[in-house]
């Protein structure tokens, strides 16, 4: 995202490259939340938690932490969906309510996310907000594939259908990134 010809011209190159490298930082950020283990242990923490056995959930709220390999969630409630066929194996969790995804220095924040295990995907919508540092990307819905590596933030909440930017459109992305000084 750093946007950054004798002179006019050689202005708006230059400005072009700063937004471009800008971008790349928080790209940067999603990717390495992309190359997040997955098949890590998850611990969990809440103010109350409910098993729902016959629909193979655990419903966690109030205060829910939950952190995988140093991926850390927090929400107000998480509907965690299992699969329970001899080995217990978590296929999704759903989190609503203020959720703060952190990784080292970033954070991802939104009013809904979810993290398709099978999938490998993680999407955030509404009031999506990525910061890195002092560099910060705004959207309505952010999706991060992590078998692939490849994100994308979408204007409106709904966004596009997929990872690769088809579909609805009509938000916008904005953000802002700082400059090193030369």
Do not use: C
């Not at 190159?13 to 390495?32: D, E």
């Not at 098949?39 to 056995?53: F, H, M, W």
Request: hydrophobic content about 40%; proline content about 2%; aromatic content about 4%.
């Amino acid at each position: 995202m750093k946007q950054l010809l004798p002179t006019m011209a050689r202005w708006g190159i230059g400005s072009f490259a700063v937004t471009a490298a800008a971008f790349a930082g928080i790209q940067l950020s999603a990717q390495a939340i992309a190359s997040h283990n997955s098949n890590a242990p998850v611990s969990y923490a809440a103010d109350r938690i409910e098993l729902q056995d016959r629909q193979n959930r655990v419903v966690l709220s109030g205060n829910v932490k939950i952190t995988q390999a140093g991926l850390n969630l927090s929400a107000a409630r998480t509907i965690v969906n299992y699969t329970d066929a001899g080995d217990l194996k978590i296929q999704r969790i759903m989190a609503t309510g203020g959720v703060n995804v952190t990784r080292g220095n970033e954070r991802a924040r939104g009013d809904t996310a979810v993290y398709d295990f099978d999938r490998r995907i993680i999407t955030m919508a509404g009031n999506v907000r990525l910061n890195r540092g002092g560099d910060t990307l705004n959207g309505g819905r952010l999706v991060i594939d992590l078998a692939s590596g490849v994100s994308s933030v979408d204007g409106r909440a709904s966004g596009s259908s997929s990872v690769t930017g088809q579909g609805q459109s009509g938000g916008r992305v904005t953000g802002s990134f700082s400059v090193p000084e030369n």
